[in-house]
């Protein structure tokens, strides 16, 4: 039986996660922690700490799983460069997943996109469009930058620089350098995302519509199941469901 605790339980992700938790043979909760509590003190219990949380709690929660040698399932989405970076160095001690999206229609989606950007070639100007629930705090969304960065790769760009960021006043002409990105908010929509590829006379639009939560929890607890196994190091969804 491979033993979980589950961080950030009280929140959205954290009860679609308890619910779904016993659907999967194999797998036991040993541990719930949310703010205020101590991850320490039950952290011994575990196989693997599965976080959704806060941006600012995770590299902590990565460090307790270090110390203590536990395999890490990312779900959080929102990180600064310094917790990217001070996790990526973490990993080199323990096994961890860490997918801005757990949903197997998603990692369909980023496959999707890599292939059609290949094959639709540099005539097509690159948009991503996500639409996430009023209380959603991180934007773009943590799989909107992913659906960007598959972009920026295939056409051999830097993110940082070709990222424009939703557009206000005289912006100026189109280049085919740029990637759009734009966040939408309202309601209780669990994730919607949208990659445009435009062209002069036809357009392209690969769109994935999450309606429930228990798809991204359902391939988290896969993913802790499946990373207990593997080696120190980061892992994707992708290497989860052996898509590489
Ligand atoms: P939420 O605000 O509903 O829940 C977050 C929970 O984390 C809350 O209960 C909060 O009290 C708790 N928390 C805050 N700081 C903490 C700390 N230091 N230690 C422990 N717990 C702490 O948010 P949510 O909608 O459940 O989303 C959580 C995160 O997961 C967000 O970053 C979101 O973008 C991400 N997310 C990822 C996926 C994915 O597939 N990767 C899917 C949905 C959401």
Redesign the pocket.
């Known amino acids: 039986m491979i033993k979980v605790i589950i961080?950030?339980?009280?929140?959205?992700?954290?009860q679609a996660l308890v619910n779904c938790a016993p659907q999967h043979r194999g797998l036991q909760l040993v541990g719930k922690?949310?703010?205020g509590?101590d991850?320490a003190a039950v952290i011994g219990n575990a196989d693997v700490v599965i976080d959704?949380?806060?941006?600012?709690?995770t590299a902590?929660?990565a460090a307790l799983c270090a110390k203590n040698k536990k395999a890490l399932v990312i779900?959080?989405?929102?990180h600064s460069d310094t917790d990217t970076f001070e996790i990526r160095r973490l990993a080199k001690e323990i096994p961890m997943v860490w997918?801005?999206?757990?949903?197997t229609g998603?990692n369909t989606l980023f496959w999707l996109t890599r292939k059609a950007a290949e094959i639709l070639g540099p005539d097509f100007d690159l948009e991503v469009i996500e639409m996430h629930h009023r209380?959603?705090?991180?934007a773009p969304?943590?799989?909107a930058k992913t659906l960007a960065e598959i972009l920026a790769d295939v056409r051999k760009l830097k993110l940082n620089e070709a990222a424009r960021h939703g557009r206000n006043g005289i912006v100026g002409e189109r280049t085919q350098s740029e990637i759009g990105v734009h966040s939408i908010r309202g309601g209780d929509v669990v994730?919607d995302h949208t990659v445009v590829f435009a062209n002069i006379g036809e357009r392209v639009e690969l769109t994935h519509k999450a309606s429930s939560?228990d798809t991204?929890a359902n391939?988290?607890l896969r993913a802790a199941q499946w990373v207990v196994t593997q080696k120190p190091g980061i892992y994707d969804m992708q290497d989860v469901l052996g898509l590489k």
């Open positions: 961080n950030g339980y009280k929140g959205r992700m954290g922690v949310d703010a509590d991850l959704f949380s806060f941006h600012a709690a902590s929660v779900g959080t989405t929102g997918a801005s999206n757990f949903s998603v209380l959603k705090k991180d969304s943590g799989t994730g939560r991204f391939g988290a």
